[in-house]
Nanobody, 133 residues
Framework: QVQLVESGGDSVQAGSSLRLSCALS????????IGWFRQAPGKGREGVSC????????YYADSVKGRFIVSRDNAKNIVYLQMDNLQFEDTATYFC??????????????????????????WGKGTLVSVSS
């Protein structure tokens, strides 16, 4: 059973850095996507990044490009989201999610150009990031 568990959220001041972790389990193939999403109070869910696990290519939303970086520890099955120069606008609950279609089934989303939440099949419960200005 696929599971994703986020951790690392905290309350920080603007300009600070945080690293979020997404612990993965239950994947039996490497043809899946890991996305980071965030949802601020009263707002919709925004795709922050989507990573093609097989080749490591990552799409970043314009709002985080140059400040956030995704990395992986394959031995530990963890995907990280390094967030630098955090701003008040980054305050949100952050979720990791996976698009993990059935064997031989194609991805229905072009993750090289977008990171929509509707493409995801599995979700973690989220971790809260609060940035004070």
């Amino acid at each position: 059973q696929v599971q994703l568990v986020e951790s690392g959220g905290d309350s920080v001041q603007a300009g600070s850095s945080l690293r979020l972790s997404c612990a993965l389990s239950g994947f039996t193939r490497d043809d899946y996507i890991i996305g980071w999403f965030r949802q601020a109070p009263g707002k919709g869910r925004e795709g922050v990044s989507c990573t093609v696990i097989r080749d490591g290519s990552t799409y970043y939303a314009d709002s985080v490009k140059g400040r956030f970086i995704v990395s992986r520890d394959n031995a530990k099955n963890i995907v990280y989201l390094q967030m630098d120069n955090l701003q008040f606008e980054d305050t949100a609950t952050y979720f990791c999610a996976a698009d993990y279609p059935g064997l031989l089934s194609p991805f229905l989303v072009d993750y090289s150009s977008s990171c929509p939440s509707y493409g995801m099949d599995y979700w973690g419960k989220g971790t809260l990031v609060s940035v004070s200005s």
